[in-house]
DNA sequence: ACAAAAATGATACTTTGTATCAATTGGAGG
DNA sequence: CCTCCAATTGATACAAAGTATCATTTTTGT
């Protein structure tokens, strides 16, 4: 019975078998996973699609999980515990011609966050910021071909 | 013969009877749109699913459109010439709880692209900034429930 | 231990695409 | 202008990522 177990039953759902080894997995879990990788684990122990998609639903619900937005395939999952308060960020370049992603050594927003959080009234936990550009190479690369 | 469908020809690919039509409803689309919102355009015009998603990429390939990367239902499709340079931008807070979304007034990154743009190396053209939280009145409800 | 309510899993279906392939068409060269 | 053939099309089947249905099973309050 760890704290994800006596979270979701004070939240008045019933611990079942699934959805107990279900949580038992979540423990280890500590990057972001999609959908598909946790069924695949919960289903070698014989627990059912439908089943593994209606707990995360759930899950997200009670606020033990929170959808995270990453590019590729973008639905992915993640222990909201896991998320460590307003250190929680994703920082990064993306090139629109050929995808390269450099990540931002350091964070833009590392100033303003307090401002926004005041001003907007919400308690920030984290947040994603992706720029969009060329980057050297194809802008070179394109410069020859014209 | 747009712009678009020079373009599409200069790029060694043939301007059928679809892809005229496609390209045609393309200049009207200022926003961003889902693949399966320009199926059911071209769909009306006896256009076939496989078409359409087959010119799809062949325009992100040459550079015509763009995929943005929304988070609600997140595979879209731009103009690549619609977005404004350095201007373009999505600034929001999103709440964790209820879902809610607040646009952000100013954008906290305005004073520092120029220099991402030179320490990175790369040609910027806009971003996408989402902050997580938990807006004002979750956070109060939340501390009422214990 | 029992009954009611909740949860499960098999199955069928939906959505958003991708692969296959026979039939059609655009356009380069004569 | 006409012909030919590679490129393209659309019908169809398939795949991946879920969702809805419903008969059966499991939990839990008493």
Do not use: W
């Not at 959908?35 to 070698?44: G, I, P, S």
């Not at 593994?52 to 973008?74: A, N, P, Q, S, W």
């Not at 460590?84 to 011609?97: K, L, N, Q, Y």
């Amino acid at each position: 019975m760890n704290r994800f177990m006596e979270q979701f039953m004070k939240s008045g759902y019933k611990l079942t078998r699934p959805r107990r080894l279900l949580l038992e997995r979540l423990e280890d879990l500590d990057r972001p996973f999609t959908a598909e990788e946790l069924y695949e684990m919960m289903n070698r122990e014989g627990i059912g699609r439908a089943t593994v998609f209606r707990t995360l639903k759930l899950l997200l619900d009670i606020g033990i999980l929170v959808r995270v937005h990453l590019e590729e395939g973008c639905q992915h999952y993640q222990l909201a515990a896991g998320l460590p308060g307003e250190d929680h960020h994703h920082d990064r370049i993306i090139c629109r011609f050929c995808g390269k992603i450099t990540d931002l050594d350091e964070c833009p927003m590392r100033n303003d966050v307090a401002a926004i959080a005041k001003r907007s009234g919400y308690r920030l936990q984290g947040h994603h910021l992706d720029l969009y550009g060329i980057c050297s190479r194809c802008d070179a690369d394109n410069q020859k071909s014209h």
